[in-house]
């Protein structure tokens, strides 16, 4: 299934600043019955996000109408847990095109790769830096280059390198997950398979 091309994304970005976010955090395990990839972003942190009357808390960043945009910012270890793909689903279903952190769980930051999230690791002091844009300023753009592999605050033009493996950056910037990448490769299979002895 294809998904939408990544580029360059400039955007105002959502500040999670807490460590440890697990996948069920992300998206608790009683909605992981559907399997399409639609619908996850009404659950994503269903527990943070609403009271058991499914009023919503207030307090919770993705409640506060000051925040907004593409991006996600996270804490350290973002993704721990479970190996579900949901959350990853449910990240891209709300709207997020990339999500930053300092460290990320590495079956998370693939299951993110596979359909189009951008896992975006930077260091914990450029992190810290993120965080404090944005509590500086709610409306604090991030221009986040994947041809260029580099992150910018843009207020302050501080820049920070990230690392994406070329085959996964080739399918990003092409909206390609495994399936779209080998069906691009159709006619060169073809062209193989008519070379091949009976």
Not at 48 to 57: G, L
Request: glycine share 6%; hydrophobic share 40%.
């Amino acid at each position: 299934m294809a998904y939408d091309k990544f580029n360059i994304l400039t955007s105002t970005a959502v500040p999670l600043p807490i460590e440890n976010v697990d996948t069920d955090q992300i998206i608790p395990a009683r909605f992981l019955k559907a399997t399409e990839r639609k619908g996850f972003g009404d659950n994503l942190f269903r527990d943070w996000r609403y009271k058991p009357d499914n009023a919503p808390k207030e307090h919770f960043v993705l409640n506060n109408p000051i925040y907004s945009g593409k991006i996600l910012v996270g804490g350290k270890n973002f993704g721990s847990g479970s190996s579900r793909e949901h959350a990853a689903w449910a990240i891209y279903d709300y709207g997020f095109r990339c999500v930053v952190s300092s460290f990320f769980a590495d079956i998370f930051r693939n299951n993110c790769l596979n359909i189009g999230v951008l896992p975006v690791q930077v260091s914990a002091e450029f992190l810290q830096k993120i965080f404090e844009a944005i509590e500086a300023d709610p409306k604090a753009i991030l221009k986040v280059d994947l041809p260029k592999q580099t992150i910018t605050i843009e207020a302050t033009g501080q820049q920070e390198s990230f690392d994406i493996n070329n085959y996964k950056k080739d399918n990003m910037l092409n909206g390609y997950d495994d399936i779209d990448y080998l069906l691009s490769m159709k006619n060169e299979i073809e062209d193989f398979a008519k070379q091949m002895p009976l």
